[in-house]
């Protein structure tokens, strides 16, 4: 082992490469409400480092990230967005779409998914199945 003590030079630091995701979530970071960043981070982010969840992450967040069609085409958007969420919650596919909409548990983080990155909470559970069906 040789040690360089003698030398001024500092060590570069080796900066961590950026992937898909994260490019994603650069995107989603400018415009997401920042007091969610925390929730953001717990509920979805972190999901990067699990191998199954990681094309459905990037599949949601890429949805995510096209916020302007939340005005543009509202339930379109919604429909997509909740089938990226089904898909990201249930990686191994066991609830239908009947089911998932009747979901209690997916409808609720559905809306959370609208107060974390888009700062929307107006909207009911029984908007949402209106959309969904």
Request: aromatic residues 16%; proline residues 4%; positive net charge.
């Amino acid at each position: 082992m040789k040690w360089d003590i003698f030398s001024n030079r500092k060590k570069e630091r080796r900066h961590h490469r950026k992937d898909e995701i994260d490019e994603m979530i650069d995107i989603i970071e400018k415009f997401a409400p920042r007091k969610y960043r925390s929730e953001r981070d717990a509920f979805y982010y972190n999901y990067k480092i699990m191998p199954p969840y990681l094309k459905p992450l990037f599949s949601l967040l890429q949805v995510i990230s096209q916020r302007e069609r939340l005005n543009e085409d509202q339930v379109v958007f919604v429909r997509e967005l909740f089938l990226k969420l089904k898909g990201f919650y249930d990686p191994k596919e066991k609830l239908s779409l009947v089911e998932a909409i009747e979901d209690g548990n997916l409808i609720r983080k559905f809306r959370e998914l609208f107060l974390f990155f888009y700062d929307k909470k107006d909207f009911s559970a029984q908007e949402i199945k209106g959309w969904l069906i």
